[in-house]
């Protein structure tokens, strides 16, 4: 049982961050209304905390590699623990989305060396038994948060849900002290702060565009300028990663079509299964009024499912090809998503039960394969490389899933609206919060609009199946190939 204590260790730190990016969907209507702000406001919680995870995660992965990987996974739970606190005491929304970001930062720092340090702590069969377990942990944690995201507001209180982190992280650093191997760094090497700095104003620039697109539209000065220099930012990266001696990412890992297939993979994962958990959760409580244990409830059956599933692959789909089991998972992720998109006025939240349930099949079949397979393809000792690759893509599908589902369901209950009620612009925005009058025409327009996210949801999770069916190759054909069969087990 000891040599397990480092995967609690890791586990446990994977479980605390993720649960933070979907913990506080439930807890959105409650925090408005306790800090005097409006949906719209708060939904910086949500994006400043998911932009800081994709936006810093390539940089983190290239910092563990060159000071060793325990020793930022301890600094990133210590920050991560402050963070907390701040976030629990804020006085009011400008504080807390700030504290959000801070936090973002200390999860960067964990969730990078999550991966790393399973692959350079176990071998063999144990280390596809230890990417299954983390898997399953991931699939659960993100399912899960706003499940606990509702008991602890509705019984406690809204800032209950970040300083439940405290005692958490005190376990964590102090197993992980006493039970996780130091790693040495890489003396000598300089970090890449040019690569950091562009690949962090280009995620940004781009997250934010999209957002502010959905208020003011794609043709404002606002967005057009944000995506000119997102566009900028990425031509600089690009420029100065083929250009460095050890660069934030080595492009040529994109040259293989499956690497390049699992990061496209892991990001529409996250922009179909999870982006549209925040827009449901209001729907849930503003539209149907369903307290926040109730609307977390209502969104167990992903959770319970995902779980299922996570510990089923590992014994039942040890010996199936990373392809089928991703791609499929990916399928089914898109089927989930398509099933939900059968609302209207007069809809339940039972009527999102099938497909959340196909949803979570997919999520707990995809995830412990796709990290995996992330692993296989970069050398060992770029372990950290590849774990902040495919967690970037992963963070940034979700940040980026929220400002495009975003969007799609302001434009839509606009669309609705128009003709109906006087300042449509004006009631798509109130209504995409939760904020609308109850009458039939705006319960309408909400529906609508929903029907549309989970369409573009669906939409994404099957062109993210297809495209991993038809590119990722056998595990014999990836550059490092004894760790490929070993994490294929996974």
């Not at 930022?72 to 920050?79: H, S």
């Not at 958490?168 to 970090?191: K, N, Q």
Request: charged share 10%.
């Amino acid at each position: 049982m000891r040599k397990w204590w480092p995967l609690v260790a890791v586990c446990l730190g994977a479980f605390m961050l993720l649960v933070d990016v979907t913990i506080v969907t439930v807890a959105l209507p409650a925090m408005a209304r306790g800090l005097r702000t409006s949906f719209a406001g708060l939904q910086w919680v949500l994006d400043i905390y998911a932009l800081s995870l994709a936006a810093l995660l390539l940089g983190a992965g290239s910092l563990a590699d060159l000071l060793g990987r325990r020793r930022v996974y301890i600094a990133g739970l210590v920050l991560f623990a402050a963070a907390s606190l701040a976030c629990g005491l804020a006085p009011n929304a400008a504080t807390l989305i700030a504290a959000r970001g801070v936090q973002g930062i200390g999860g960067v720092a964990m969730f990078t060396t999550t991966l790393a340090l399973i692959n350079s702590t176990y071998q063999g069969r144990d280390r596809g038994v230890a990417f299954a377990v983390w898997g399953a942990v991931n699939g659960v944690a993100a399912a899960a948060g706003p499940i606990l995201g509702g008991l602890l507001t509705e019984h406690v209180g809204w800032r209950s849900i970040f300083l439940v982190n405290l005692p958490v992280s005190a376990v964590t650093i102090a197993l992980t002290l006493a039970c996780v191997g130091a790693s040495p760094g890489m003396p000598g090497a300089r970090p890449d702060v040019a690569g950091m700095g562009a690949f962090t104003v280009c995620a940004g620039a781009l997250t934010y565009g999209l957002i502010r697109a959905g208020g003011d539209g794609f043709g404002a000065a606002v967005p057009v300028g944000m995506f000119g220099l997102a566009a900028v930012a990425l031509v600089v990266f690009v420029v100065v990663e083929r250009r460095i001696g050890h660069p934030l990412l080595d492009l040529g890992l994109f040259r293989s079509p499956s690497f390049t297939a699992i990061m496209l993979g892991g990001l529409l994962l996250m922009a179909s299964a999870f982006a549209c958990l925040a827009f449901t959760s209001v729907w849930l409580q503003a539209e149907l009024g369903l307290g926040p244990v109730r609307a977390g409830l209502a969104l167990l059956p992903m959770a319970v499912t995902s779980f299922v599933a996570s510990a089923a692959s590992a014994r039942l789909l040890n010996r199936v090809s990373p392809r089928l089991t991703i791609g499929i998972g990916l399928l089914l992720i898109g089927t989930g998503s398509g099933l939900q998109a059968v609302l209207d006025a007069s809809s339940s939240w039972t009527a999102l039960v099938p497909g959340l349930m196909v949803g979570g099949l997919g999520v707990g079949i995809a995830i412990p394969a796709l990290s995996s397979a992330a692993m296989a393809v970069a050398p060992h000792e770029r372990g950290g490389m590849a774990a902040g690759a495919f967690n970037t893509f992963r963070q940034l599908g979700y940040a980026l899933g929220i400002a495009v589902l975003g969007v799609v369901l302001r434009s839509r209950v606009e669309h609705v609206l128009t003709g109906h009620v006087p300042d449509a612009h004006a009631m798509a925005g109130a209504a995409s919060g939760g904020r609308a009058p109850h009458v039939a025409i705006v319960g309408s327009a909400v529906a609508s609009g929903l029907n549309a996210v989970y369409a573009v949801s669906a939409a994404l999770g099957l062109a993210g199946g297809i495209i991993v069916l038809a590119l990722v190759r056998p595990a014999r054909s990836v550059r490092d190939p004894e760790p490929a069969r070993e994490t294929a087990a996974a």
